[in-house]
Structure formats: C-alpha cells, structure tokens
C-alpha cells in the first residue's frame, strides 16, 4: 500500500504558545503557506475544535489542475492549546474529501519540537483518482521553515 500521511519534524527557537497562535490564526496558514495556493484568509482565531475560517485559494499556483480561484472552508478537527491542532476543509458543492492537515507541538531545549503531517488515508473514491497528494512532503518542510523564521523574528531581541 502506498503511503497516504506524511509527517516532518523541525526544532523552532521559540515557545510553544507563539508558534500555536500563527497556527490557530486564518491569516498565519497564508502567511506560512509554502505552496503559494492560500492566498488570503477571513476569520477569527481558533480556540478549539469546530471552528471555521475561510481560505481563498488559487490552484493555478500549483500548475496541476485547472481549479483556478476558489475558497475552502478550514474546519478544525482536533485542538488541545499549545499543543495540537489538525483541520480538515470542506468546499462549496463538491463532495466531503476526508484529508487531514496537523500540527503536534513539544517543548524541547530548543523551544518547541513541532510536528507538522498531513493525511489523506481517509479520502473518499470521488478524490482517489490522482489528485492525492496536493503537497508533497517536501512542502510540508518548507512550511516548517517559514513557520520557524516567521516566529523567530517575532522573540523580543530579533
């Protein structure tokens, strides 16, 4: 069976608490994003699970399928403060799609050992026709980088 969850590991210097409030914040997923999709986002912060925000998104960014412009509606499916957070999205007239994006955070020496995976074991058959996986684990990575120098910038003496 292939693999269907992919899941990256980075040290980050700086507390748990501001690396988890870019991840509960709509525009933090843009400001982050390494895909160039999210291109903005409407919403309150999250603070815990069934909460909602908006993303307008733009496919053309990834070159792979002709969806253009459209907004998914971020879904928050897991949330324990400073420590976890995983979402799903659903869209507008399109069937449920079942994948699951996450972050796990640990206080390390470091700062924060943050885990960052994403999960499309449970897609339905409408989606597992070669769409899966939208962003490949080097993505992931790269979010990771941008997530670590958007928070390091943010420590008081940066």
Same mark, same amino acid.
């Given at each position: 069976?292939?693999? *269907?969850?992919? *899941? $990256?590991?980075?040290?980050?210097?700086?507390?748990?608490?501001?690396?988890?409030?870019?991840?509960?914040?709509?525009?933090?997923?843009?400001?982050?994003?390494?895909?160039?999709?999210?291109?903005?986002?409407?919403?309150?912060?999250?603070?815990?699970?069934?909460?909602?925000? $908006?993303?307008?998104?733009?496919?053309?960014?990834?070159?792979?399928?002709?969806?253009?412009?459209?907004? $998914?509606? $971020?879904?928050?499916?897991?949330?324990?403060?400073?420590? *976890?957070?995983?979402?799903?999205?659903?869209?507008?007239?399109?069937?449920?799609?079942?994948?699951?994006?996450?972050?796990?955070?640990?206080?390390? *020496?470091?700062?924060?050992?943050?885990?960052?995976?994403?999960?499309?074991?449970?897609?339905?058959?409408?989606?597992?026709?070669?769409?899966?996986?939208?962003?490949?684990?080097?993505?992931?990575?790269?979010?990771?980088?941008?997530?670590?120098?958007?928070?390091?910038?943010?420590?008081?003496?940066?």
């Amino acid at each position: 069976m292939a693999t *269907e969850r992919f *899941e $990256v590991r980075r040290q980050i210097a700086a507390p748990s608490e501001g690396v988890f409030a870019v991840l509960c914040d709509p525009q933090g997923h843009v400001t982050i994003d390494s895909s160039g999709m999210l291109q903005s986002a409407e919403g309150k912060p999250v603070t815990g699970a069934g909460d909602e925000f $908006v993303v307008h998104m733009d496919r053309e960014s990834l070159n792979d399928y002709p969806l253009g412009k459209y907004d $998914v509606t $971020v879904v928050i499916t897991r949330f324990v403060a400073n420590t *976890e957070i995983e979402w799903t999205i659903t869209v507008k007239d399109w069937p449920r799609i079942g994948h699951r994006y996450g972050y796990r955070l640990e206080p390390s *020496e470091v700062g924060t050992l943050v885990t960052s995976y994403y999960d499309w074991s449970e897609i339905t058959e409408d989606f597992r026709r070669g769409v899966f996986p939208v962003i490949p684990e080097a993505g992931l990575r790269a979010t990771l980088g941008i997530l670590a120098r958007t928070v390091e910038q943010q420590r008081p003496g940066h």
